[in-house]
């Protein structure tokens, strides 16, 4: 069953999309209460924790790879996973959940920006239509069905740290086409891992000049959270589903989590549900539909011709490998 989940790409990001909605919301609610390096750090340990005993095996035939490609491999895990959660905790304490959907819904526009600098990867007229009609139902929600709202939007410090995490997320989500021929629990085992060590020193530095933490059933709830579904799972399920169909295909689901977010607002936080979400929902999947469907036909990603020289030697070296054997 696991099997037949890992080759659905559309189902893989979609599940994504909820756990990082959740992620958010769970974010947004322990703000104040647990740091944000301090939360981050402790669900990347709690994650490696979790991941270790399955990746183990796959990390140890992946080494030579790392050896070879730790540059490319180090700048992920700094991108994905180092800077892009702490500074996306950071700036949930400062701004209101309706400003971090609005900023979040950039994504799909940001990775086809990176997509195109880093591979030359172009948006088809599908995906752009797909990508703007997203958006819309994005925006529809947002407003709750008036476009004035946007007008009386006020940006804090908080939208400018979200601003650049999602920066930093596109240039990730885009350099994640260039990944070498890594399994997929001996990528994310060394991700976490290596992102988990270069967070250590902020980690270290907060907890020094931070009052303690307090470990209640909010606090823990949080971490268990956080450390499970938007880590081992989603980035598991992200990183499979962006091999199988390349970053700018996988963009639009970016435009998912805040209808998840705002769904899990309707369910947890007794909010009542509007004419506005049904409009809004409608038009995200119906543009995510349109990205997916109406995309150029390719049997692979395209990914450029850094990522073929790549490739071609991660195959030479396995067949050496298996020879040695």
């Not at 991941?51 to 992920?76: C, I, T």
């Not at 307090?214 to 971490?223: E, H, N, S």
């Not at 936080?269 to 049904?278: I, N, Q, S, T, V």
Request: one cysteine or more; glycine letters at 8%; charged letters at 15%.
């Amino acid at each position: 069953m696991f099997r037949r989940l890992f080759d659905a790409p559309y189902l893989l990001l979609t599940l994504v999309s909820l756990f990082w909605a959740g992620n958010i919301v769970m974010g947004r609610h322990v703000a104040g209460h647990v740091p944000p390096a301090s939360l981050a750090w402790m669900r990347w340990a709690l994650a490696v924790l979790i991941l270790l005993p399955f990746a183990w095996r796959s990390m140890r035939a992946d080494w030579p790879l790392l050896r070879r490609h730790w540059k490319l491999v180090g700048l992920l895990a700094l991108t994905g996973i180092t800077l892009f959660n702490t500074m996306q905790y950071h700036a949930l304490e400062f701004t209101p959940a309706l400003n971090a959907l609005l900023i979040q819904s950039t994504g799909p526009l940001l990775i086809a920006f990176w997509s195109l600098i880093l591979n030359g990867e172009r948006l088809s007229m599908g995906q752009a239509a797909g990508i703007f009609l997203s958006l819309m139902g994005v925006l529809t929600i947002i407003c709750r069905g008036d476009p004035a709202v946007l007008v009386n939007i006020a940006f804090n410090e908080g939208d400018l740290w979200m601003i650049a995490a999602m920066a930093l997320y596109g240039a990730y989500s885009s350099l994640l086409a260039r990944r070498p021929a890594f399994s997929a629990l001996g990528f994310l085992g060394f991700s976490l891992g290596l992102g988990m060590l270069m967070l250590t020193p902020l980690f270290v530095v907060e907890r020094a000049v931070s009052p303690p933490l307090v470990f209640d059933a909010k606090a823990l709830t949080a971490i268990l959270y956080v450390a499970l579904f938007p880590s081992v799972l989603a980035y598991l399920f992200f990183n499979r589903g962006i091999q199988l169909v390349g970053p700018n295909r996988a963009a639009p689901f970016f435009h998912l989590m805040p209808v998840f977010g705002s769904a899990l607002a309707i369910v947890f936080l007794g909010e009542r549900p509007h004419l506005y979400h049904a409009a809004g929902y409608g038009l995200v999947l119906a543009g995510v539909v349109i990205a997916t469907l109406w995309a150029p036909k390719t049997g692979r990603p395209r990914t450029g011709p850094a990522s073929a020289e790549l490739e071609a030697g991660d195959a030479e070296e396995r067949l050496q490998r298996r020879r040695a054997e």
